[in-house]
């Protein structure tokens, strides 16, 4: 079976366009197989997105596990700040650079298995990360990507509570500062801060 989160160059593209606005602008997307929410742009993305918008972002911010680059093109729109996008899709990454010329933003977009080709540390790492990869591997994610925080960055996640969300607000707070920004419809948005 085919994940969003694996490279399937068996699969069958069918590219298609999506469209979605974010305080009175209108954004276009093209998406296709393979990829997370092709449909419709998912309402967790969605909130993740309206609660980021709340911040006064600048600096820089990783989008990590992109997709076709939704979070990263719209926070690039309202915001000046140096974006970077990647996932392990390659499908994904593709779309994500055809979504960044499409509405005229400027941000990198690149392959990256995890963390494994990010030399670098951020003021924002902003997420709806891969919860089918399991409860280990999204909290290892997680602390490598705290690895990438500049001091006094910020990691913002969205889950569902029936995803866990809420054991990983417990466990998380060992380690970092964790906070639930917002829940709407079973999901919450996690900010995290290194201590």
Known sequence: MSHYFINDSNLKSKIREISFSFKNVNFKFNTDNGVFSKNKLDYGTNLLIKNALKLNLSG????????YGAIGIVLAK???IKVLMVDVNKRGIHLAKMNAKKNNVLVDAKVSDGFEEINENFDYIISNPPIRIGKDNLYSLIKEGMNHLK??????IVIRKEHGALSL???MSIYYDVKCLDKDKGFLIISLKND
């Open 60 to 67: 820089s911010l990783l989008d990590f596990g992109c997709g």
């Open 78 to 80: 309202f915001f000046d």
């Open 169 to 171: 607000i417990k466990d």
């Open 151 to 156: 001091k006094d960055g910020l990691m913002m």
